[in-house]
């Protein structure tokens, strides 16, 4: 009945329109007041523990970062690189879009960041080279959601706080199959744009190249020192983001010198709007959270679930249809703090691995940006590329069902996720 009550009132405060946030508390007032324990003040004490958390403090300095990147100039010059070394393949536009959005994910953890970026920037010039207009959105698209799973990854850190799992473990986990993600796309891309009339940018020589680089240097140097201090302890995640923040203003503000007064302050003003709904959210989620402990619901999903538990394989599947469900209807972040108290106690019952679990899960919550009706990625990137929705789903399908398939490739063969994480980690 628990369970009911739980489904019903939150799906039923989501269908009126209201908030994810609220709907999520009307959603513990309801197990309370079925429980009969409702008490407003322990609502309250909930909502004020969910914020209060050290590796939360990692959410707003990476928002900032990104916002930085992408107003002071870093972005563009590490776009710059890409077209001077892969600009002249055919299709190197794509191909370019592709190795932007897996460096600016290094850099930002936000998708919808990187996306907004690259549809602005890049789309009218695939567009201009002869591309199909909703391919190249489409492309831009997928490549955006490559950045909540190449660390730093804001996602890692909100699933690390809610499942009580090591963060640095999943930043480290997660390089490889971002990769593997980009790589997915390479291939799609040459299957979509071998047939299409289009001109590549010349062929730029090695000096050139070099230029490029030397432009980028101070870009392109940023994921090397998240990566190293990471590997080797020099900092947490939550001082990863504070490195970010503090090293893309000085780039952007002192070396490229593009980064102005009067956009710091829209910058700050803008970054704390993002991060003020973000923190709303896991704090509202941490009173459904508590209550589904108190609840034993975590214990009755278990026992729903025992079927599959002999199975790893099986019961990842499993999980993984449930949350590319989920990931249609509802954005990433109510995602994870929805599910991942619901399901890492099977998780854990069944022995998978807590840190392989949240790459696959984090994946997964990545492609359901740019699966409608909700598709948060899909609406960024049709604002700033002036593409209509029909336009860009019909655009997008080849590189989600690439992605999908990686996805599917780390679920039958976990080794592909833990062997580098383990090498990475030391």
């Known amino acids: 009945m628990t369970i009911s009550i739980f489904t019903f009132s939150l799906l039923g405060a989501m269908a009126i329109g209201m908030p994810i946030a609220f709907a999520l508390i009307i959603c513990g007032v309801a197990l309370m007041t079925y429980l009969d324990i409702f008490d407003s003040q322990i609502i309250a004490q909930n909502v004020i523990n969910g914020v ?51 460096i600016l994910a290094s850099l930002s953890g936000s998708a919808v960041a990187d996306a907004a970026a690259l549809g602005a920037l890049l789309v009218p010039m695939m567009v201009a080279a002869g591309h199909n207009r909703a391919s190249a959105a489409g492309l831009v698209a997928a490549g955006g959601i490559i950045a909540p799973v190449i660390p730093p990854s804001i996602g890692f850190v909100i699933f690390g706080v809610a499942a009580g799992v090591s963060i640095s473990k999943l930043f480290l986990a997660g390089v490889v199959p971002g990769l593997m993600l980009g790589g997915s796309l390479c291939f799609a891309w040459w299957w979509v744009a071998r047939n299409e009339n289009s001109v590549s940018p010349p062929r730029q020589s090695l000096a050139q190249i070099f230029r490029a680089l030397i432009d980028g240097f101070w870009a392109l140097m940023l994921p090397m020192i998240i990566i190293v201090g990471l590997r080797f302890g020099i900092f947490t995640p ?53 209550l589904i402990t108190v609840a034993e619901i975590s214990g009755q999903i278990v026992e729903l679930a025992r079927p599959f538990m002999g199975n790893q394989t099986l019961l990842m599947i499993v999980l993984m249809i449930i949350v590319v469900i989920v990931g249609t209807a509802l954005d990433m972040t109510p995602t994870i703090l929805i599910l991942t108290p619901v399901l890492m106690p099977i998780v854990r019952e069944a022995g998978i691995d807590p840190v392989y679990f949240g790459v696959l899960f984090i994946i997964n919550n990545a492609i359901g940006l740019i699966t409608p009706p909700v598709g948060v990625v899909l609406n960024v990137v049709c604002g700033v590329a002036k593409v209509s929705m029909d336009e860009i789903m019909r655009g997008v399908w080849p590189f989600m069902i690439a992605q999908l398939v990686v996805l599917a490739l780390l679920t039958l063969f976990p080794s592909l996720v833990m062997v580098p994480a383990k090498w990475l980690g030391g």
Do not use: K
């Open 238 to 290: 939550t001082e990863a983001a504070v490195v970010v923040a503090v090293y893309s203003f000085i780039v952007a503000t002192f070396v490229y010198r593009e980064l102005t007064l009067a956009q710091l302050m829209n910058i700050l003003i803008s970054s704390a709007q993002i991060t003020a709904v973000v923190m709303f959210l896991v704090a509202a989620a941490l009173v459904s959270s508590w």
């Open 52 to 102: 209060d958390s050290f590796p939360l403090m990692a959410v707003p300095f990476f928002i900032l970062a990104g916002e930085i990147m992408n107003t002071g100039g870093l972005a563009r010059r590490i776009l710059n690189f890409a077209i001077a070394l892969v600009g002249h393949l055919r299709g190197g536009l794509g191909y370019v879009a592709i190795l932007t959005s897996c």
